[in-house]
């Protein structure tokens, strides 16, 4: 496996231009795809289509949107505001974007990784967000398994 990072670079700014962009300093490549979905709370994580406060499924494209379409529908009180990306059938070049959950290594007081959460951060070089949880991190990287 031969992971690529997922950089966060000024050319980004011109591929989406929606009314409101939500995520502003998300790379535009996740953008791209209609992979999105909404989520309740911290608490209830679970899928859901955008727009509405019913049941998406990681497994069924017809239950998910394009980003536009989600930051409208969070910018206009439709469904739930947090917007939630699902990894399938992302594919980029000869790779496939995913997702390394490190949950725990994050202290959400001072926002301090813990040292093998940092030695991944390092090795992977990739765009991280914090985990909606905020103890945890999750890595982006194209990879071909």
């Known amino acids: 496996m031969n992971p690529q990072a ?3 670079s000024k050319s980004d700014d011109f591929l989406f231009d929606p009314v409101e962009d939500l995520l502003p300093k998300l790379p535009a490549i ?6 999105w979905v909404t989520w309740e709370s911290v608490e209830r994580k679970a899928p859901i289509i955008s727009g509405t406060r019913q049941n998406a499924s ?7 949107v394009d980003y536009a379409t989600a930051c409208a529908n969070a910018k206009a009180g439709r ?10 059938k992302c594919k980029v070049g000869t790779g496939y974007l995913r997702a ?3 949950d725990g290594c994050r202290n959400p007081v001072d926002g301090k990784l813990t040292d093998w959460g ?28």
């Open 79 to 88: 469904g739930f505001r947090n917007l939630g990306f699902v990894t399938d």
């Open 100 to 102: 390394l959950d490190l």
């Open 30 to 35: 996740f953008k791209t795809f209609p992979n």
């Open 118 to 145: 940092q030695r991944i951060v390092d090795i992977c070089g990739s765009y991280s967000e914090v985990t909606p949880s905020g103890y945890g991190l999750r890595v982006w990287i194209i990879s071909n398994l």
């Open 6 to 8: 997922i950089a966060v």
């Open 58 to 64: 990681s497994s069924n494209p017809d239950t998910w």
